[in-house]
């Protein structure tokens, strides 16, 4: 093992991905942590049904 890249790993910036809500992103910004916030929602509003629809037709 690597030991040298884990710690490298370790002492590097820590960047975020934030995909909820805007507030863990917020918190993390203000203990200046870098945040890309993704503005993700399930497909067809978490409706099931709709999803399936949408799969059947290829979307």
Known sequence: MDTDKIQAL???PLMVVNIG???FGEALEKQ???VVQV???P???G????QDLL???GM
């Open 32 to 34: 200046g942590v870098e």
């Open 43 to 45: 497909p067809a509003g």
């Open 47 to 50: 409706d099931k049904q709709m």
């Open 10 to 12: 370790f002492d590097s």
């Open 55 to 57: 799969s059947a037709l």
């Open 21 to 23: 809500p805007r507030l």
């Open 39 to 41: 503005d993700w929602r």
